[in-house]
């Protein structure tokens, strides 16, 4: 069941978190959001209907579905996660729209069109802002490809026009590892004339569930999950097949930490414990106890006065730890007795958060993409707000922690990536609501 049903999200609002109470109990994992945008986009490829399972119930989803209605798909909700996809009935190339500017992932439309249309026409997509985002290396791939309009000067007051007659396989060498481009790259290559390598790939674990996906439709791909991908072109991707989107490696991750920071208990289900490794190992080095199961992790601290060490994080390509959960371990290491450093390597700007975190307390001195995080004895209460999705996040973790009531603006972006946040938390103990607060203009976001 949805949650909040009766509560208006067009309207501005907040969330009202009431800290101070360690969480305890069981949680389950929602599909994976950035899997499920680059599978539904993928499945605009595909030349038979298909069933997608376990896809998260997040506003994100709900906005990439939208935009491949747009485009002519017909798409079933059949229940809360699950889809009926049928693209054959998709009527255009063009996805210039507001819609898409509303997510960072409508770019995979472009190789998924590509693919299919041989032609896309796409608006640049927005994105969190957290420093420059460009897409050279996506353009530079497809031009690889036999696209023409992929060069940056080709791009018209902000739509990309490719036209690849024919899109053929190429070596493509990605010169920084992205998962948007390898993704990009994947997609547009199961449908390309011949074989396609991508050197250097991201392998994050959405990279292999996308793959995954594709080769049960009828690609050809190898290698997915490790730096060198290799696809063989078909012409046809039959599917006619019921695909299961894999667990959310963030959404877990956000979750051991707000079990972690409230000092609390809580055995979180239904992710894959390697994913977590980066985010288990450094926990286990705080002090924490992370014991692993088949398909859960149990957080929770031996004793209440057990110490908690800081400890230093970079954030770098998977099988590294993941940028997207390093405003969640920067509240944690706020935590921790002494001085603690948290390298952002992935992306240029990522600490927009701090100033806020700030507010509730926190002791963060940031040098470029460097934070020194010094311990503090406890949050304090504190309106803030929600820079972007992860940074909500970790202000949420926050939140729970501190003694009083705390307020969370601009919550949307957290309603884009975490399924039922309120529900979760709430069945753990937490005091969390969705509030009513004064106007925003809901701005580009991915
Ligand atoms: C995806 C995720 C995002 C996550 C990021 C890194 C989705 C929808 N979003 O974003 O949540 O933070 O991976 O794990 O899945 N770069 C270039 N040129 C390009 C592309 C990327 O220079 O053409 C650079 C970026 O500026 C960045 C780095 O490569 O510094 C990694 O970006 P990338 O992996 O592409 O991130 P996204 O796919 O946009």
């Known amino acids: 069941m949805a949650e909040d049903k009766e509560f208006n999200r067009s309207r501005p609002y907040a969330y009202e978190v009431v800290g101070g109470t360690p969480l305890k109990g069981d949680i389950e994992i929602s599909g994976s959001k950035n899997a499920a945008l680059g599978i539904i986009a993928a499945a605009m490829m595909v030349d038979g209907p298909c069933t997608l399972e376990n896809v998260p119930d997040i506003s994100d989803v709900h906005v990439m579905m939208e935009l491949c209605r747009s485009l002519g798909a017909t798409i079933d909700q059949i229940d809360l996660h699950t889809y009926a996809i049928d693209p054959t009935t998709i009527n255009t190339y063009k996805a210039s729209g507001a819609l898409v500017s509303r997510i960072r992932a409508s770019y995979y439309l472009m190789g998924a069109l590509l693919g299919r249309c041989h032609k896309a026409s796409i608006r640049l997509p927005g994105g969190c802002n957290f420093g420059q985002r460009p897409i050279d290396l996506h353009l530079k791939a497809f031009q690889l490809m036999g696209a023409r309009g992929a060069r940056p000067t080709d791009i018209d007051s902000g739509i990309v026009n490719l036209n690849a007659e024919p899109l053929h396989g190429a070596k493509i060498y990605l010169d920084i590892v992205s998962v948007g481009a390898t993704i990009n790259a994947m997609l547009a290559a199961c449908k390309a004339e011949g074989k396609t390598e991508i050197i250097n790939a991201a392998k994050e674990p959405h990279i292999v569930d ?209 399924e039922h946040i309120v529900s979760k938390l709430t069945a753990l103990g937490a005091t969390i609501k969705r509030v009513y607060v004064e106007e925003y203009t809901e701005d580009t976001e991915a």
């Open 210 to 418: 996308v793959a995954n996906f594709l080769n049960s439709m009828g690609a050809k791909i190898k290698g997915a999950g490790t730096d060198l991908i290799k696809i063989t072109g078909v012409p046809v991707l039959p599917g006619h097949f019921t695909y299961s989107i894999i667990p959310d490696q963030i959404e877990a991750g956000t979750y051991m930490v707000a079990a972690a920071v409230t000092g609390g208990d809580v055995t979180i289900h239904n992710l894959i414990p390697t994913h977590m490794e980066p985010l288990s190992a450094k926990m286990r080095e705080m002090g924490y106890q992370i014991d692993e199961g088949d398909e859960c992790i149990r957080v929770y601290k031996n004793s209440p006065d057990d110490e908690i060490w800081s400890t230093s994080v970079k954030t770098s390509p998977y099988p590294g730890f993941p940028t997207d959960l390093q405003p969640q371990t920067v509240v944690l290491l706020c935590t921790a007795e002494g001085q603690s450093r948290m390298h952002e390597n992935v992306w240029q700007n990522r600490f927009q958060y701090v100033p806020e975190l700030a507010k509730m307390g926190a002791n963060i001195n940031v040098y470029e993409r460097i934070a020194w995080v010094n311990g503090i004895d406890k949050f304090r209460a504190a309106r803030v707000e929600a820079t972007d999705l992860r940074a909500g996040a970790a202000l949420v973790c926050a939140a729970l922690a501190a003694e009083g009531t705390s307020h969370i603006t601009q919550a949307y972006r957290i309603d884009r990536g975490y």
